[in-house]
């Protein structure tokens, strides 16, 4: 198994998938990461496993995706801007354990149909995202690298995803680690939302759009996660505040 840096050093979007079942141990090391996830931060993350790759978990549109999935994530919690952030923050830790176990995701919020997944929603959730999970195809065919190349072409410059006071040479090594991650991260529509502020020896994220939405929410964790997986590759483990502005609380 990859570990979760050089997983998240491999993973894309991946949006052509083989024909072919996940196997079930894998969706148990699956499973144990979804239920702890439930358990520990109060979302209501589902997995559906059909075995069966000629039985889609999911329909996925055919403009965007090509091949079938056996398996997918549909990632619930709360509808509200903070739930949105958690979904990010969790479904990213668990793409990137299917990641490391060899699988191909993708997070997918509006290419789908509704229809084809029936998830248990509490009071107060929502179906924020999908995320199926198969095996890539070995050639991706052409429709599938004009789709990524197209929108990765509106990929911000790495600098971009300071905000200091500092110049870029006396940043602490571990502080651009977790930038250069946070920008190899999914975002929605590749918008990159999220920075990452260091200023008085504090380091925050945030939105620094103008124009926030609700799946901004899903990126900000997503991008706190990936910000924590760089940072600790670069020695240095922590923990996020959640919140627009959140702080990261590095460990002493
Ligand atoms: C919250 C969220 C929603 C997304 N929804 C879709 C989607 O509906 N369809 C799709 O093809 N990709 C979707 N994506 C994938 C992004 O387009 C992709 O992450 C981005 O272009 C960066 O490319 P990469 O993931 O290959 O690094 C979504 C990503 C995120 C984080």
Redesign the pocket.
């Known amino acids: 198994m990859l570990t979760e840096f050089e997983a998240m050093e491999k993973?894309?979007?991946v949006?052509a998938y083989e024909k072919r079942a996940v196997e079930p141990e894998i969706m148990l090391e699956l499973k144990e990461l979804t239920d702890e996830i439930n358990a520990s931060a109060g979302l209501h993350f589902q997995l559906v496993d059909t075995r069966d790759a000629n039985a889609p978990a999911v329909k996925l549109s055919a403009a965007?995706f090509s091949g079938t999935v056996s398996a997918c994530a549909l990632l619930v919690g709360p509808e509200d801007e903070l739930g949105g952030e958690m979904v990010?923050y969790y479904g990213e830790k668990l793409v990137l354990r299917a990641v490391a176990l060899g699988l191909g995701t993708?997070?997918?919020?509006?290419?789908?149909d509704r229809g084809s997944v029936d998830p248990v929603l509490n009071d107060g959730e929502k179906l924020w995202?999908v995320v199926p999970l198969g095996y890539a195809a070995e050639k991706v065919p052409f429709k599938q690298r004009t789709i990524?190349a197209a929108?990765?072409k509106k990929d911000r410059k790495p600098e971009d995803f300071i905000e200091s006071d500092h110049g870029p040479a006396s940043l602490p090594r571990w502080v651009t680690a977790g930038a250069e991650a946070v920008k190899?991260?999914?975002?929605?529509?590749?918008q990159q939302p999220v920075n990452i502020v260091y200023r008085d020896g504090l380091v925050i994220a945030r939105l620094w759009k103008e124009k926030k939405n609700r799946?901004m929410y899903?990126?900000l964790g997503?991008a706190k996660y990936q910000f924590q997986v760089g940072a600790e590759h670069a020695g240095v483990l922590g923990f996020w505040n959640f919140g627009d502005g959140g702080e990261f609380i590095a460990d002493n």
């Open positions: 993973r894309v979007s949006r965007m990010g993708c997070w997918v919020a509006g290419t789908f995202c990524r929108i990765r190899a991260g999914p975002s929605a529509v590749n799946m899903n990126d997503i």
